[in-house]
């Protein structure tokens, strides 16, 4: 289990939050401590609040007074509401909070249902409760907890990043925004690609596009980005997002850094030539675009075709999901780039490939082996990965990709926290 603590100055966006949460039925109050009733059972942000309000009256100086913890056990771990009550009130206990007021929320709007607890730091005489070492003190506690309900330690188990499997937005399933943040916050963390259109075909695995802004502030030129989800045609099917919902590495500037390093770094990528050969001998042993992309597919390897209205193939693109890395075609050879792919598929004119080295050769079974096996890390694409998006068009493949705890993190949360940082900052200026 993992406890996160928050500190801030806005109670009541911290209520407001959570109370949104209930209404929209992906959570509920399942616990209070020293919070008024009412005859009904049913809680209201401005009825909470009335309950902490002579804590914050008596505050003397502590500038942060409102307590934000989430208590997150794995996701496979099955806790009743009884449990979660209890985890809720021990953690309190031991963590010197018991004597305050607070209330816990469950939530279970996405696939990891965990518990929010509100309070205040401050006790009846305005005096703040100690948080010295309250790191190393939530760690401890969070392991007593596991061992006495019989939780998975979040300590013991070291997971793989790469088993980690996200799939793409559905825009019909609503909170289009959390899925959009859940794959945006991670891909400029994990692959590397030198340029817009290269970050655009990344994103379009995932039914996401973006469109770069241009204006003025106060005279000045400014330049950014807005997101949008895809349907299943690839066409636009939300409004758009602003990049700085989804944190700095999602923003024009930073990617405009990670474009350079990404330049630099797959200057000397030592998989750019197991790379090549493999679409190569995938090249010579398909007999259609479809049975091309399917062998890629087969190994990690995802294949974004650009076409024109008139069908010509004008860019090719090939993102590389064992070294987390995404090239044009013409950057891996003329062999590859899109003109051959066009006259193959367009004209029926197949250009002999040149295999590369020893791995041509039939002596060197081995090597040739390892080429030809799907890596181990891509064994979830089965039979439901390999089918295919509007196959007349970008015949983009449905694809879960490999993204470290992608489905296990609360983003609404995240934006939430970054919203009153940005709120207390307005303040001190």
Not at 15 to 35: C, H, P, R
Not at 126 to 149: A, P, Q
Not at 211 to 236: D, H, M, S, T, W
């Amino acid at each position: 289990m993992i406890a996160k603590i928050g500190r801030g100055n806005n109670l009541y966006g911290a209520l407001v939050y959570n109370q949104l949460k209930v209404e929209k039925d992906n959570g509920q109050v399942l616990y209070t401590n020293k919070i008024i009733q009412t005859p009904d059972g049913s809680y209201t942000v401005s009825q909470l609040l009335r309950s902490f309000e002579l804590y914050l009256l008596a505050n003397r100086k502590t500038e942060k007074p409102v307590l934000h913890i989430s208590l997150n056990p794995d996701p496979n771990d099955k806790v009743s509401d009884e449990q979660f009550e209890k985890l809720a009130q021990e953690y309190m206990q031991k963590m010197g909070y018991t004597e305050q007021p607070f209330v816990v929320f469950k939530h279970t709007d996405i696939d990891r249902t965990h518990i929010h607890i509100v309070s205040v730091c401050v006790d009846e005489e305005g005096r703040k409760i100690s948080d010295k070492f309250e790191k190393r003190r939530s760690m401890d506690v969070c392991r007593e907890l596991e061992k006495e309900y019989c939780l998975i330690s979040a300590i013991e188990k070291k997971q793989n990043p790469q088993n980690q499997i996200f799939k793409p937005v559905d825009y019909k399933a609503g909170d289009i925004k959390s899925q959009m943040a859940s794959v945006i916050s991670h891909l400029p963390k994990n692959y590397k690609f030198e340029g817009f259109g290269t970050y655009n075909t990344l994103l379009s695995l995932f039914n996401i596009t973006a469109e770069e802004v241009k204006g003025e502030y106060n005279g000045i030129p400014r330049q950014g980005l807005v997101y949008f989800a895809l349907n299943e045609k690839g066409e636009k099917a939300s409004n758009p997002f602003k990049a700085s919902l989804f944190g700095k590495q999602a923003g024009y500037v930073q990617l405009q850094q990670h474009y350079a390093q990404s330049k630099e770094l797959l200057k000397n990528e030592p998989s750019k030539a197991l790379l090549k050969t493999t679409i190569e001998m995938s090249f010579q042993e398909a007999s259609n675009e479809r049975e091309f992309k399917k062998r890629l597919l087969e190994r990690g390897i995802n294949t974004v075709v650009r076409r024109n209205g008139e069908g010509r193939v004008y860019g090719i693109t090939f993102v590389d999901h064992a070294s987390k890395s995404v090239w044009n075609g013409s950057q891996l050879g003329k062999s590859l780039s899109a003109n051959v792919f066009n006259d193959w598929w367009n004209n029926g004119n197949k250009m002999e490939q040149s295999l590369q080295g020893n791995l041509a050769s039939k002596n060197n079974a081995t090597t040739n082996e390892e080429v030809k096996q799907p890596n181990n890390l891509f064994g979830f694409l089965d039979k439901e990965y390999l089918s295919y998006y509007h196959e007349e068009n970008n015949l983009i493949e449905v694809f879960g990709g490999l993204l470290p705890n992608a489905k296990a993190e609360d983003y609404d949360e995240e934006l939430f926290a970054n919203q009153m940082k940005k709120k207390a900052r307005r303040k001190k200026r």
